[in-house]
């Protein structure tokens, strides 16, 4: 009568012993709630400084799209700014409207006329939207793209952490280690607070797989959706435009990431 294998232990994955008690072990922070001092600042960011940056950014966008014959919008860019690109965030960064950087919220209307727009790109950012507002940013991307237009989207692939917790991925060990030295400091090496990480850190809302990312995509009213690799793109301007794989080892961002591409 066969039996079912158990499940791989973490001593599988670190024969060397890499959880042996440490003198300056101590228990990660995941799931954080925001402090009070941005709690108290709340009502005065989005009673007083919102409403002026977006009287503001008018004025950037405007001459963005007045001089770019096909307009690039990145949405929620972080660091990471694409030259000859609108790039777009929602953090404190952005409520300047100045540097090369435009405040926008991703669960808001898009602040861009019908059909102007030839290329969208976000990479690790739509997990932060709850599924509902997921689909609303997606239409409106629709909305504001052209005939043709191209909305790349990277987002991190909840089948490549399942395969990390049960450590059936080549990568497991090596992205546990980077999570956790990266995010934790001297911790417990442990695929359950990785992957604890993954959902309760960062703002996450709601993780996706390619299929389900792609139906979102067509609730949105996109019909025509591809899945290509990271990096690469039948169309030049969207090749190698990725910038999570500088955040990371990039063979962890290659496994890590999916990409797929919605064209009007």
């Known amino acids: 009568m066969s039996r079912t294998p158990p499940r791989p232990t973490s001593a599988d994955f670190f024969p060397e012993g890499r959880n042996a008690p440490r003198q300056d072990f101590r228990v990660p922070r995941i799931g954080v709630e925001r402090s009070l001092r941005s709690r108290l600042l709340a009502p005065v960011k989005h009673g007083l400084v919102i409403p002026l940056t977006l009287l503001l950014r008018r004025r950037p966008i405007s001459r963005y799209l007045a001089v770019e014959a096909d307009p690039r919008v990145h949405v929620g860019c972080g660091p990471h700014r694409i030259p000859g690109w609108l790039n777009t965030d929602v953090h404190r960064q952005a409520l300047l409207n100045r540097d090369g950087l435009v405040y926008l919220d991703m669960r808001r209307k898009l602040p861009f006329p019908d059909g102007q727009i030839a290329f969208l790109f976000v990479e690790h950012a739509v997990y932060q939207l709850r599924l509902d507002e997921a689909v609303r940013f997606f ?32 990568q497991s060990e090596k992205f546990i280690r980077f999570i956790t030295d990266g995010c934790h400091g001297n911790s417990y090496y442990s695929a359950c607070i990785v992957v604890n990480t993954w959902f309760l850190n960062w703002g996450t809302k709601f993780r996706y797989d390619p299929e389900t990312l792609g139906w979102v995509l067509g609730l949105a009213g996109f019909d025509k959706i591809e899945r290509v690799r990271v990096g690469e793109s039948s169309h030049p301007e969207l090749c190698g435009i990725e910038g999570h794989g500088k955040a990371m080892p990039p063979e962890l961002n290659e496994v890590e990431t999916f990409v797929l591409e919605a064209t009007q």
């Open 139 to 170: 239409a409106e991307c629709r909305r504001v793209l052209r005939p043709g237009g191209v909305l790349r989207i990277g987002e991190a692939n909840l089948e490549f952490m399942v395969n990390v917790y049960r450590g059936k991925h080549p």
